[in-house]
């Protein structure tokens, strides 16, 4: 008998772009979001385009966000595998996005907690495992290894991956695209799943500026 995968939940935007805000969204409508932290252990596989265990691992919930999720054309395999589902793409002002992840980096990374953290201090972070951020940033971006923030090269990827999805899906019943800052974009998303809304608008979670170093 042919099985056909139940349909899921991409959340495919950037880092910094409201995913956690989405990712909240989801659970409080009822889905089974994947476990952030095992979808992050993923990188290597990703890194390597070794997909079985990415396709293993969404059989685990309904629902997913962030790392690999979030990463360069991960979206085209996840739409190979599992064509029927829903694909959620968050948008936010390109400024304002890499002003947030840079900030955010510079908090939890950087020795002065200001300026963007730099490549040794990526290799000693111990989010995950020591050294992930840096395989993570190798793995996602295509800067210099002296300039791994550089504005105009993180915008232009940035970009990129929001114009390839953008077309991809244009036209499809089953993409959303959003700026979650809008007013109106909670109640969208309740419209593209089919949901009542749980509150007026989206929650706001995992700010730059809730972060305590």
């Given at each position: 008998m042919f099985f056909t995968p139940k349909p899921k939940i991409f959340c495919i935007g950037r880092n910094k772009t409201g995913t956690t805000s989405m990712g909240k969204a989801l659970q409080d409508f009822g889905y089974k979001l994947g476990d952030q932290a095992q979808g992050e252990l993923l990188l290597r596989d990703y890194t390597k385009a070794n997909w079985?265990?990415?396709?293993?691992?969404?059989?685990?919930?309904?629902?997913?966000?962030?790392v690999p999720f979030s990463s360069p054309f991960i979206w085209l395999i996840l739409h190979h595998y599992f064509p029927d589902s829903k694909f959620i793409l968050t948008l936010r002002d390109e400024e304002e996005w890499y002003k947030s992840i840079t900030t955010f980096h510079a908090k939890l990374f950087s020795s002065d907690g200001i300026s963007p953290p730099t490549a040794t201090e990526l290799k000693q972070a111990k989010y995950r495992y020591p050294?992930?951020?840096?395989?993570?940033n190798r793995a996602v971006w295509n800067t210099p290894e002296d300039d791994i923030y550089n504005k105009k090269l993180l915008i232009e990827q940035y970009r990129l991956h929001n114009d390839s999805i953008l077309h991809f899906?244009?036209?499809?019943?089953?993409?959303?695209?959003?700026?979650?800052?809008?007013?109106?974009?909670?109640?969208?998303?309740?419209?593209f799943l089919d949901k009542k809304p749980c509150y007026d608008s989206f929650p706001h979670l995992n700010r730059s500026s809730d972060i305590i170093k």
């Open positions: 079985n265990p990415i396709i293993q691992y969404c059989k685990t919930a309904e629902a997913f966000q962030d050294g992930f951020m840096w395989e993570e899906f244009r036209n499809k019943v089953h993409f959303l695209s959003l700026d979650i800052s809008n007013p109106q974009a909670y109640q969208d998303l309740c419209a």
